[in-house]
């Protein structure tokens, strides 16, 4: 039947358009409704962590994504707390490493390369209903051609964050926390070529990152209490931000400008139930960490990976199946929580103890320490082997 798909999926951006993809290529009908347009900018992560980029590579897609004109990082400085630190993350090459891409070119592409591989993305189609029966879902949409039914097997909702999915499935929070910051963002003319900066200390955390376009995106956060000392003085707050930064990297005239600024405000860390009977829940949708990890796209990238290996294995709902699910969803969810506890505790923004100043200069004092450091966010290193190897 034309309108009858193994899986359907909401959300066609970087966790749902990928999935499609790989379900498509293993001769799967994947049908993926996404409620924007094609062209449509994000304001979200933009960093790739070198773990995403393995994934695009192992894929087959790093050649396009690298088309899009975002530098492969070469190398990451880092300022913490007056301690320098600075190398690739641990495993990063020349050909593998870290990139930092525009969300509306990145998205646009991964649903294209879903639809070379005989998925069915349908832009501009906003769900508006859907209803499980007899082992099948039915997923309605509003279309600007009318509405639109769909039925599959399995349902898989990517519609991020604010998940409308998750809301009409009524699925609960198992762990929930604020925001514990704010972000501004901006695009600038690149002056740091392919490098990338990170200046992080009781004021706050600023980045310069190279994107496409011949842009660098410069980031601003700060603990999200002091949100309203940039309503109450934008322009000293953001004079102070461009003042510290500079010390640091050189910035373009333009950066100290107080207008272009976009905000990410309401950045909650978070993890969901999975619904069950058939439906999952993967990127944004399922958990959303901080954005001063940056971890944003990868974590979809690998949600994508991990179902789309499991629907493949297994292509019926039984017990067996979602007892799989469960324990690598269990694995993912430990290991999230262990990264927001770290993003927790960098993002306090405190003033640095003697014993942690100690130990950052013991981390940039060895230079594979320090790739071990960066691969923490990179998510190519684990923060539990990282503290053994600080006490070996």
């Known amino acids: 039947m034309a309108n009858d798909y193994d899986v359907v999926v909401v959300g066609g951006r970087c966790a749902g358009a990928p999935l499609a993809m790989l379900l498509a290529r293993a001769g799967l009908k994947a049908c993926v409704f996404e409620r924007h347009a094609s062209q449509f900018e994000m304001r979200s992560t933009h960093t790739i962590q070198l773990a995403g980029v393995r994934l695009l590579n192992r894929w087959g897609v790093l050649p396009k994504v690298k088309r899009l004109g975002a530098p492969l990082l070469t190398k990451i400085h880092m300022i913490i707390h007056g301690v320098s630190i600075s190398g690739l993350p641990w495993t990063a090459t020349a050909q593998l490493s870290s990139t930092c891409v525009k969300r509306g070119p990145l998205d646009t592409l991964l649903g294209e390369l879903a639809m070379e591989a005989n998925a069915e993305v349908r832009y501009e189609h906003d769900v508006r209903a859907m209803e499980f029966e007899s082992g099948r879902w039915t997923v309605s949409a509003s279309t600007p ?98 003042t510290r930064i500079a010390n640091f990297v050189t910035l373009p005239p333009q950066a100290a400008l107080f207008e272009g600024f976009r905000r990410a405000l309401n950045q909650p860390s ?17 958990s959303h960490k901080d954005s001063v990890t940056a971890q944003g796209i990868t974590d979809a990238f690998l949600d ?28 993912r969810t430990a290991l999230y929580a262990d990264e927001v506890e770290r993003a927790h505790r960098l993002a306090g923004f405190l003033p640095a103890t003697p014993p942690q100043i100690e130990e950052l200069q013991t981390i940039a004092r060895n230079p594979e320490l320090s790739s071990k450091f960066l691969g923490l966010d990179a998510k190519t290193y684990s923060e539990k082997d990282f503290l053994k190897d600080l006490t070996a």
């Open 270 to 286: 978070f993890v969901r139930a999975m619904p069950g009977t058939g439906a999952w829940l993967i990127g944004d949708a399922w």
């Open 304 to 331: 994508a990976d991990l179902l789309a290996e499991l629907i493949i294995a297994r292509p019926h709902v039984d017990t067996r199946f979602e007892q799989e699910l469960k324990l690598q969803w269990a694995q």
């Open 145 to 242: 051609a009318g509405t639109r039914t769909v039925a599959a097997r399995f349902l898989v909702a990517a519609d991020g964050m604010m998940s409308s999915v998750a809301s009409r499935l009524q699925v609960q929070y198992s762990m929930f926390r604020r925001s514990i910051t704010f972000t501004l963002y901006k695009y600038v003319p690149n002056t740091v070529e392919s490098d990338c900066y990170i200046l992080v200390d009781e004021w706050g955390a600023q980045a310069c990152v190279p994107t496409t376009d011949g842009d660098m995106i410069y980031v601003i956060q700060r603990p999200a209490a002091l949100f309203n000392s940039l309503k109450v003085g934008p322009q000293r707050f953001l004079r102070e931000a461009a």
